[in-house]
């Protein structure tokens, strides 16, 4: 094979692994805001249900007082019931202790339904934290994998760099030109295999004539549709790869 078509096609896949680290260096930032994402709505779900017992003892703390006031209205009716002289004033402080009892039980059910609750949000509480500590666990091993991959990939762009430089040394200032005009005008990718003699970047069929040509792998061939510069793998050789 032509030692610059050579060439050219290692700094192709040197640019393509390049491209796919850049790309995914671009992509890091919003894999590692995912996981925080999760993390933020497992602490909002927490605190939500810390509100929700709050509101919950603030209401509890209120019938308390409520049910404190009524008690206090009893035995204050209870205490004058010994002091009452006729039967109209028994029987109107008799109404009255009634209705407070009747207020004292419905401010007990009250405050049994919020205890019962408090019970149900305790248990919500616990769910909610022991999931909060789940997925903080998670994502800390999830930040981890994303830390060792971008020190990975920080490797990988020296390797590949240097890669690129050493090809580049080899090749002459003009193919240099070519190879980079037709990266930048067909999205970075400059060099294609023929194949059944199309062009497998474009689809486009290649006169017999230069599929010949390129057939040979003898020289710097481009495809006449897209401009590529074209090389060919014989069947013996993509059959082993």
């Given at each position: 094979?032509?030692?610059?078509?050579?060439?050219?096609?290692?700094?192709?896949?040197?640019?393509?692994?390049?491209?796919?680290?850049?790309?995914?260096?671009?992509?890091?930032p919003l894999a590692q805001a995912a996981p925080d994402a999760r993390?933020?709505?497992?602490?909002?779900?927490?605190?939500?249900v810390k509100g929700r017992i709050g509101a919950n003892l603030a209401?509890?703390?209120?019938?308390?007082?409520?049910?404190?006031?009524?008690?206090?209205?009893?035995?204050?009716?209870?205490?004058?019931?010994?002091?009452?002289?006729?039967?109209?004033?028994?029987?109107?402080?008799?109404?009255?202790?009634?209705?407070?009892?009747?207020?004292?039980?419905?401010?007990?059910?009250?405050?049994?339904?919020?205890?019962?609750?408090?019970?149900?949000?305790?248990?919500?509480?616990?769910?909610?934290?022991?999931?909060?500590?789940?997925?903080?666990?998670?994502?800390?091993?999830?930040?981890?994998?994303?830390?060792?991959?971008?020190?990975?990939?920080?490797?990988?762009?020296?390797r590949t760099s240097a890669a690129r430089r050493e090809v580049l040394?080899?090749?002459?200032?003009?193919?240099?030109?070519?190879?980079?005009?037709?990266?930048?005008?067909?999205?970075?990718?400059?060099?294609?295999?023929?194949?059944?003699?199309?062009?497998?970047?474009?689809?486009?069929?290649?006169?017999?004539?230069?599929?010949?040509?390129?057939?040979?792998?003898?020289?710097?061939?481009?495809?006449?549709?897209?401009?590529?510069?074209?090389?060919?793998?014989?069947?013996?050789?993509?059959?082993?790869?």
């Amino acid at each position: 094979m032509n030692s610059d078509l050579q060439h050219l096609i290692h700094l192709q896949d040197l640019e393509l692994i390049a491209e796919r680290v850049r790309q995914r260096v671009t992509d890091l930032p919003l894999a590692q805001a995912a996981p925080d994402a999760r993390v933020a709505a497992r602490t909002v779900a927490v605190e939500a249900v810390k509100g929700r017992i709050g509101a919950n003892l603030a209401a509890r703390r209120d019938i308390e007082k409520d049910l404190a006031a009524v008690q206090a209205r009893l035995s204050k009716y209870r205490d004058q019931l010994m002091e009452v002289k006729t039967n109209k004033e028994y029987q109107a402080m008799q109404k009255e202790m009634a209705v407070a009892e009747t207020e004292i039980r419905g401010h007990e059910d009250r405050l049994l339904d919020q205890m019962e609750e408090a019970e149900t949000l305790a248990a919500e509480l616990k769910a909610a934290e022991t999931a909060l500590r789940n997925e903080q666990a998670e994502v800390a091993r999830e930040q981890q994998a994303l830390s060792a991959e971008r020190a990975a990939m920080d490797t990988q762009v020296e390797r590949t760099s240097a890669a690129r430089r050493e090809v580049l040394a080899r090749l002459s200032a003009q193919t240099v030109a070519l190879f980079e005009r037709i990266a930048h005008g067909r999205r970075g990718l400059a060099v294609a295999e023929a194949k059944d003699g199309l062009c497998t970047a474009c689809h486009v069929r290649l006169r017999p004539q230069v599929f010949n040509e390129v057939r040979r792998n003898d020289g710097l061939h481009q495809c006449d549709s897209c401009t590529r510069i074209l090389y060919f793998v014989p069947a013996a050789t993509q059959t082993a790869s």
